[in-house]
């Protein structure tokens, strides 16, 4: 008999131990979606490049540009220390930059907005 009341008594922890309930962290079925940060070319002055040469830098490698913009952001360079000359996607934004830094243009880091 002294067998089956240990017996019991495991068996009575086993069943204790095994009923614990289990809290499990809660999930939302929310999606929250975000936008991709866009990145900032911008060229800064320098006392080598042209105001020429920066406005064609600006006119071949960033779509869009007009002349007049290209010549306006040029004199933004110049007076101003530098010019946002395109802002958009992070791939977009390293191919615009890369290409007026392989042309000889000053150029700040990429940052996103």
């Given at each position: 008999?002294?067998?089956?009341?240990?017996?019991?008594?495991?068996?009575?922890?086993?069943?204790?131990?095994?009923?614990?309930?289990?809290?499990?962290?809660?999930?939302?079925?929310?999606?929250?979606r975000k936008p991709y940060p866009n990145f900032k070319v911008i060229v800064l002055n320098d006392d080598f490049n042209t105001f020429e040469h920066v406005a064609t830098c600006l006119l071949k490698h960033i779509p869009n540009m007009t002349e007049q913009l290209a010549w306006e952001l040029t004199?933004?360079?110049?007076?101003?220390?530098?010019?946002?000359v395109w802002s958009g996607p992070l791939e977009q934004a390293e191919l615009y930059h890369q290409q007026l830094r392989r042309e000889g243009l000053t150029m700040a880091p990429l940052e996103a907005t």
């Open positions: 008999m002294e067998i089956c009341a240990k017996f019991s008594e495991r068996l009575f922890m086993t069943k204790t131990v095994l009923s614990a309930t289990v809290v499990s962290p809660t999930q939302s079925s929310q999606t929250v004199n933004q360079v110049h007076f101003q220390g530098q010019a946002l």
